[in-house]
T-cell receptor, first 109, second 115 residues
Framework: GQSLEQPSEVTAVEGAIVQINCTYQTSGFYGLSWYQQHDGGAPTFLSYNALDGLEETGRFSSFLSRSDSYGYLLLQELQMKDSASYFCAVLDRDDKIIFGKGTRLHILP | DAGVTQSPTHLIKTRGQHVTLRCSPISGHKSVSWYQQVLGQGPQFIFQYYEKEERGRGNFPDRFSARQFPNYSSELNVNALLLGDSALYLC??????????????FGEGSRLTVL
């Protein structure tokens, strides 16, 4: 079976940095993705890690440790528009993408 | 270029009825996946189709079925609707399964309410 664990909610202040963690257990693993979803909208792709290490894309960075079955999404210089739900998702050996339950990010002014 | 398009955007059904949801992938994308998203939860994998063949199926009852057409568009069918089937149904396309980039392109979804 497959399971992904991430915090249900995180709160941070505008301009600050926040890290959203994700641990996973899968029968096969190719990589870890992150998606953002605003209320009423569709999930949109943020990043993908297939190898260990940090990937940076603008204000967002994503990290993967395959040996620890662990990854995180780092959001810097938080803006109010970053208030959304964030999902980690595993690309498994059957080429399916399985999502976690999501982390609701609240940003305070 | 058009993104992933889904229809209808909203629909209301009663218990026991059936529903057909439609999805057109991004031009050039050969894989379509269907997800069910209940409010406050992550998308739950239902089906994946690639080149008109089923590549994967999630933990959903046989009331759920899907198919992919030669033009790579797809339909999701749900029979004998239950109240618990009320959800946002998301279609996502990619070049090939999750590809090697783990990236899916989602449509805006079909919001199904079962009364």
């Amino acid at each position: 079976g497959q399971s992904l664990e991430q915090p249900s909610e995180v709160t941070a202040v505008e301009g600050a940095i926040v890290q959203i963690n994700c641990t996973y257990q899968t029968s096969g693993f190719y990589g870890l993705s992150w998606y953002q979803q605003h209320d009423g909208g569709a999930p949109t792709f943020l990043s993908y890690n297939a190898l260990d290490g940090l990937e940076e894309t603008g204000r967002f960075s994503s990290f993967l440790s395959r040996s620890d079955s662990y990854g995180y999404l780092l959001l810097q210089e938080l803006q109010m528009k970053d208030s959304a739900s964030y999902f980690c998702a595993v690309l498994d050996r059957d080429d399916k993408i399985i999502f976690g339950k999501g982390t609701r990010l609240h940003i305070l002014p | 270029d058009a993104g992933v398009t889904q229809s209808p955007t909203h629909l209301i059904k009663t218990r026991g009825q059936h529903v057909t949801l439609r999805c057109s992938p991004i031009s050039g994308h050969k894989s379509v996946s269907w997800y069910q998203q209940v409010l406050g939860q992550g998308p739950q994998f239902i089906f994946q189709y690639y080149e008109k063949e089923e590549r994967g199926r999630g933990n959903f009852p046989d009331r759920f079925s899907a198919r992919q057409f030669p033009n790579y568009s797809s339909e999701l069918n749900v029979n004998a609707l239950l109240l618990g089937d009320s959800a946002l149904y998301l279609c996502a396309s990619s070049l090939a399964g999750g590809g090697n980039t783990g990236e899916l392109f989602f449509g805006e979804g079909s919001r199904l309410t079962v009364l």
